[in-house]
């Protein structure tokens, strides 16, 4: 008797170790590579640290330098926020136009939605290779057009407005595909009742997206800017090969800022205090979302 | 009548758009096939007039691409295996038991999506060097193979598993590990397909994790070769395009063949594509 309950409090106290050695391998990692830096970084950002020698602390000085002497960070952060107002709204507004339009075909519609999300497949690396390619100056197609119609070549990825644009565009297109079967979800979602009733009231199309297809899908519509907005503030890859964040530093965004500060300067202490200024930017930023548009609720 | 008319506009719009998604595509992967003289021409046509291999093989030899996708190949498989594993893992001792502590794991974990990698590459940089892995594959396998969004949606696939299923093998003495191999991976095996769908892409379209972890050329990966390569001072285009298509190619390939799971990992777990 005395055997069996022993061996039953050894299964029990066994069953309890259990679930932590499920966890293990993954919290091993989670910890080494996200935790532990995450605080390092936070401390790094108070030191100043080349990399090599052992961080020295300097107390807050590194943030105040941000912000009172340091125009080229200022520069990277406020053209970040422009590239963000922009691109985010019309990567909101194709993709929910591309969900609108795989919804509402009859025919094609797996067609339509593989080819709306064919960009995203692509890493950013090789988009960026490839709309320098079909943009450049030199061999690009806007040129050859040009070209044939007799007018003279003129500046694209060499010209600061022309490239900003075209880092917009180029996001747009690789990112509204992804964001598009999101908004499908939320679509599809939608009672067909719902306009049944609509059009017997006579509302018409504007009136019916406006007050039943936009009041259903807030949910995705919140979740589509904060996951949107994540992703586009942190664009680098893809500037890397389009433009390398020229010409004359008018496509340089933040995250190449940190990068070439830590990485080919090697202010590590000063560039770890812009990534804490931006992870905060970035938190900012979903809770502004967030509260605007009042948690998803109706 | 009126709705008929308002479909044609709708196609119009569709064929429009899905022309502006593929044909770029298409064409840089035509132009891969071009021999120099035309992917340099003042007037370059949709196909190729004369279609060679000549990039494809160059790229091999002289640039030694052969390296650089044989790594990205062995990064992506094994860290999907080794993902998917211990992902399955977590996801079932967050779903299937209680213990002291786990909705806090569970937070933690969650509140770590909203962590770019981009934030802390600093630090991380620091990690790698003093674990050893710096300059190894093994960087770019080990830590990306616990990623939270797949122990989110591990968890959720495994919590509609019926408990009894474990209940009565553990009744018939079935061990843990058994329990988990024999009646937990069989379970989960479409939650499994989409997490490792979705590995496999993040891995190989992979490239702030291989900028900061790698700088022996040897163990480059196909975007981190593609982008030095690209930053160089004379590009070289045939080699760069023929990488380009090589690069893009197995993951559209991968999308048309596993397009159902794409599009169900995005709906529920807003899985990043």
Redesign the interface.
């Known amino acids: 008797m005395s055997t069996k309950t022993t061996s039953y409090k050894w299964y029990q106290r066994k069953q309890k170790i259990i679930p932590y050695l499920f966890l293990a391998p993954n919290l091993a990692i989670f910890i080494t590579y996200i935790i532990v830096p995450a605080v390092m970084g936070a401390y790094y950002s108070l030191t100043s640290f080349d990399g090599l020698h052992d961080p020295k602390f300097i107390g807050l000085k590194n943030y105040v330098e941000l912000f009172t002497d340091d125009p080229r960070f200022i520069d990277a952060l406020l053209n970040t926020f422009k590239y963000v107002g922009v691109t985010v709204p019309l990567t909101f507004v194709a993709a929910l136009g591309l969900a609108y339009i795989v919804v509402s075909i009859f025919r094609g519609k797996s067609f339509f939605r593989a080819s709306y999300y064919w960009p995203v497949m692509i890493s950013t690396i090789v988009v960026g290779v490839m709309w320098q390619w079909i943009l450049g100056d030199t061999f690009g197609l806007v040129n050859v057009f040009r070209n044939a119609i007799g007018l003279e070549k003129m500046q694209t990825l060499t010209n600061p407005t022309f490239a900003w644009w075209t880092t917009v565009f180029v996001m747009v297109w690789s990112r509204a595909g992804y964001y598009m079967v999101m908004f499908m979800g939320g679509l599809l979602s939608i009672p067909r009742s719902l306009y049944e009733a609509a059009d017997i009231d006579g509302a018409n199309r504007f009136q019916q997206f406006f007050r039943i297809t936009l009041p259903v899908i807030k949910p995705t519509c919140i979740l589509v800017l904060i996951l949107s907005t994540m992703q586009i503030f942190k664009v680098y890859p893809m500037v890397v090969t389009l433009t390398g964040g020229g010409p004359y530093n008018a496509t340089r965004y933040i995250v190449q800022h940190i990068y070439e500060t830590a990485f080919e300067y090697y202010e590590v202490g000063y560039a770890s205090a812009m990534s804490v200024v931006m992870l905060i930017v970035v938190t900012i930023f979903s809770a502004i979302n967030f509260a605007v548009t009042k948690g998803g609720e109706r | 009548m009126k709705k008929r008319q308002g479909?044609k506009v709708?196609?119009v719009?569709?064929i429009f758009?899905?022309l502006?998604?593929?044909v770029?595509?298409v064409?840089?992967i035509l132009?891969a096939f071009k021999p120099s003289s035309e992917?340099?021409s003042?007037?370059?046509t949709f196909l190729p007039r004369q279609w060679t291999l000549s990039n494809f093989t160059e790229a091999l030899q002289k640039g030694r691409f052969g390296t650089y996708i044989f790594n990205t190949l062995f990064v992506a498989t094994v860290s999907t295996i080794i993902m998917v594993t211990?992902?399955t893992?977590?996801g079932?001792?967050?779903a299937k038991?209680k213990?002291r502590g786990?909705s806090i794991?569970l937070i933690?974990?969650l509140s770590?999506i909203?962590?770019?990698l981009?934030?802390?590459?600093?630090?991380?940089?620091?990690?790698l060097k003093a674990?050893g892995l710096y300059n190894s594959l093994w960087a770019l396998i080990?830590?990306s193979?616990?990623t939270p969004t797949g122990?989110f949606i591990m968890r959720q696939y495994l919590l509609t598993v019926p408990n009894e299923l474990m209940e009565s093998a553990r009744i018939d003495g079935a061990g843990?590990l058994r329990i988990?191999a024999q009646i937990i991976v069989p379970n989960a095996k479409p939650a499994i397909a989409t997490l490792g769908i979705f590995s496999f892409?993040w891995r190989?379209?992979?490239?702030?994790w291989p900028?900061?972890a790698i700088s022996d050329p040897d163990k480059y990966t196909l975007?981190l070769a593609?982008?030095n390569f690209?930053?160089e001072y004379a590009v070289d285009?045939n080699s760069?395009?023929a990488m380009?298509a090589i690069?893009?190619v197995p993951?559209?390939i991968?999308?048309?063949i596993f397009?159902r799971q794409?599009?169900q990992g995005?709906?529920t777990a807003?899985l990043?594509?």
């Not at chain 2, 981009?118 to 990690?127: K, L, R």
């Open positions: 479909s709708l196609y719009f569709a758009f899905a502006v998604c593929l770029p595509v064409y840089i132009n992917l340099y003042a007037t370059p211990i992902n893992m977590s079932y001792a967050l038991f213990f786990s794991i933690i974990i770590t909203m962590l770019p981009e934030v802390i590459m600093v630090p991380v940089f620091s990690v674990t080990i830590p193979a616990a122990i843990e988990f892409m190989w379209n992979d490239y702030v900028l900061i975007q593609i982008s690209s930053g285009w760069m395009i380009a690069s893009m993951m559209l991968i999308f048309l397009q794409f599009v995005i709906q807003g990043k594509g």
